[in-house]
Each structure stands twice: as C-alpha cells, then as structure tokens.
C-alpha cells in the first residue's frame, strides 16, 4: 500500500487560532476522505475530496485537495476546544474507495 | 437509526482464546468493513464486504475470519488469538463504491 503522511502529528493551539493539517500521499489519488475521532470513539466523516483543486467548507473546516491530487489541507478557522480529537485522512487509490489507506493522525488539543 | 453499532465494548482474552466481535448496520448499506487500529497507527484495512454472501480480504487478513449471511450483520471471527491482535476494532459501511464510511464506536481488545 501506499505511503501517505500527515503532519503534524500533534498540535496545540489556544482557542480562536487558526490551524493546518496536512496529508500527503507518494501517488495520485482517486479521493480524499478526512475523518475525526474522539478518544473511544468512532470515526466521524467530515469531507470527500475528488477533483484536482477542489476545496470544501463546512462551518470552520475547509479541506482542500492540490490540482496533482496528492496533498491535502484541513484548515480550522477560530478554533474551540469542540474542535479537539484526532484528524484521520484516508486515501482511496483504486477508484472504489473499497480499501482506504489511512494516516497516523494528527492529535488537536484546543486550550480554552 | 443507530447507524452501525458493534459489540462487545471491551474485551480481555487470553492467548488461544476465540471470540466473535459483532457488527450491525441499519442503514441498508452494502458494503461493510473492518478495521484495527493499533497506538499511534492509522486504520488497516483487515476485511471487507460488498453485499451478502461476498468478502474480501484487505490489508491485514491473517488471523481473521468473516462472514456475511445478511445486509445487517458482518461478524469478525478471532481463532486463537495472539498478543499481536490487542488493538482496537472497528466495523464501517458505505452505501456504495466512492462514498463515505460510516464507523461504529470500536472494540478495544486485550489478548493477553
């Protein structure tokens, strides 16, 4: 399987900063998923991205996919302590999005 | 909807020991999956699922049984299980190729 690499693996932002997370594969891929997991948790989808160039937002949270389709952002605007947990994103390098690969994580903690 | 649920929560086994971890969905998906997630590591992938009756190994398969008699239910079977399968377990659908995972909140299990 591919290797895909997220950075950073650990961040600690005070509240109302804005912060990145990157991922970033060896290969071109057919689709980026980014997840969120509490601790004991499941896994909670938050963004597909599949189209070179393609940006999503919702609410604080804005994923970008780059026009190779290898690097994707996860951006968070004004961060609060809700934001906290690990960010998974999973790659889809078949085209059926049957066997993602998965990063390590990034662990966020938002200091009130 | 419950969405995907999995049972037990928690488990210790001793070494040998077999066990069923129990996954079911109510959302008609057809794909099914199941991931370990070791400390610090992404997902693997360990078996899948695209409808009743159809699996297929993933990244991680050894050790590991599955199978899917109804749309609902994908149980993992563990026959005798090693120290190497303490980790935590969780079980995703997705209506089809292409589109999101959905995960239960996970296994932890202990073999010791």
């Known amino acids: 399987s591919q290797e895909l690499e997220q950075s950073p693996q650990s961040l600690i932002v005070q509240e109302g900063k804005n912060l990145t997370i990157n991922c970033t594969s060896s290969?071109?891929?057919?689709?980026l998923y980014w997840y969120k997991q509490k601790y004991g948790e499941g896994l909670i989808f938050l963004m597909m991205?599949?189209?070179?160039?393609e940006e999503k937002s919702h609410e604080k949270i804005t994923a970008k996919l780059d026009e190779k389709k290898q690097q994707s952002s996860l951006h968070i605007t004004a961060s609060q302590p809700s934001h906290a947990g690990i960010y998974l994103c999973?790659?889809?390098?078949?085209?059926?999005?049957?066997?993602?690969?998965f990063g390590s994580g990034t662990q966020l903690t938002v200091l009130p | 909807n419950a969405g995907v649920t999995q049972t037990p929560k928690f488990r210790i086994l001793k070494i040998g020991q077999s066990m069923t971890l129990q996954c079911t969905q109510d959302m008609n998906h057809n794909y099914m999956y199941w991931y370990r997630q070791d400390p610090g590591m992404g997902l693997k992938l360990i078996y899948y699922?695209?409808?009743?009756?159809?699996?297929d190994k993933g990244e991680v398969p050894n050790g590991y049984n599955v199978s899917r008699s109804t749309t609902e239910d994908f149980p993992l079977r563990l026959e005798l299980a090693a120290p190497s399968q303490t980790s935590v377990y969780f079980c995703?659908?997705?209506?089809?190729?292409?589109?999101?995972?959905?995960f239960g909140p996970g296994t932890r299990l202990t073999v010791t």
């Open positions: 991205l599949q189209k070179g160039g």
């Open positions: 699922s695209v409808g009743a009756g159809i699996t």
């Open positions: 290969k071109t891929l057919y689709g």
């Open positions: 999973g790659a889809d390098e078949t085209g059926s999005a049957r066997q993602l690969t």
């Open positions: 995703a659908s997705s209506y089809r190729d292409g589109y999101e995972q959905y």
